[in-house]
């Protein structure tokens, strides 16, 4: 099944920062690698070595995966043969993923900062089960509505295997509060195609920056 890009949600997740006049992106791509994405992992792995292909290279990405927890395996960086060596080895695991939780906290901890830089999030998921511990309804909705405040773009692409999971909500009411791009696929086929035009956009909407 081709991807659509759109104007609504659900796989790809981006934020922009409150310093409005950068052009040089902070992307924090965040991948799922529960089980909501096991079966499209190898095409997840060339999704993301295309989307750093077609990033022009003065923009930093950091690595993060929501498979059971948050872990940041790349920090913020320009190399780009460390992203893709490490994205190389992400590996599918079982269980849900802590979707809501990791977004606030890479917000947090590497997006709140980034002055100098315009923060975006790429989050990669499935459709599958959700665990965030930490994060409630009513502390993300209010994250949200912080995001939109702060000139946020949310862009999303989803894996959508099992049905209407909450990671595809969660990215679905993301993606709409901040006016940003959407694909969907039903497997991983269209993901190298996806992530390249999605990276194209991006680069496109940097240069367009006030």
């Known amino acids: ?8 949600a ?4 981006l934020v922009l920062a409150p310093n409005l006049s950068a052009t040089s992106m902070r992307v924090a791509l965040l991948v799922d690698t529960s089980s909501g994405t096991s ?3 190898t095409q997840i792995r060339s999704g993301i070595a295309a989307f750093l292909d077609a990033l022009p290279p003065e923009h930093e990405v950091l690595l993060v ?4 927890r948050t872990q940041v395996r790349v920090p913020p960086t320009t190399d780009r043969t460390k992203l893709k060596d490490n994205a190389n080895g992400l590996m599918a695991g079982d269980g849900p993923t802590p979707l809501m939780d990791a977004l606030m906290e890479v917000d947090d901890r590497f997006m709140r900062k980034a002055n100098d830089h315009w923060p975006v999030f790429v989050l990669v998921t499935g459709d599958g089960s959700e665990s965030s511990t930490v994060t409630d309804e009513k502390a ?3 994250w949200i509505a ?3 405040k702060r ?3 949310a ?3 989803v894996l959508k295997v099992s049905g209407n999971g909450l990671p595809e909500f969660i990215a679905t009411t993301v993606v709409k509060a901040t006016g940003g791009h959407y694909a969907v696929m039903s497997n991983g086929s269209a993901m190298v195609e996806t992530m390249k035009k999605l990276a194209e956009q991006l680069t496109s909407d940097a240069v367009r920056r006030p």
């Open 10 to 13: 659900a796989v790809l997740v």
């Open 140 to 142: 993300f909705n209010r």
């Open 155 to 157: 862009n999303a692409v």
């Open 151 to 153: 000139g946020v773009l």
């Open 1 to 8: 099944m081709k991807a659509r890009l759109g104007s609504a």
């Open 65 to 68: 995966t929501t498979g059971r």
């Open 146 to 148: 912080d995001i939109a």
């Open 39 to 41: 079966r499209a992992i």
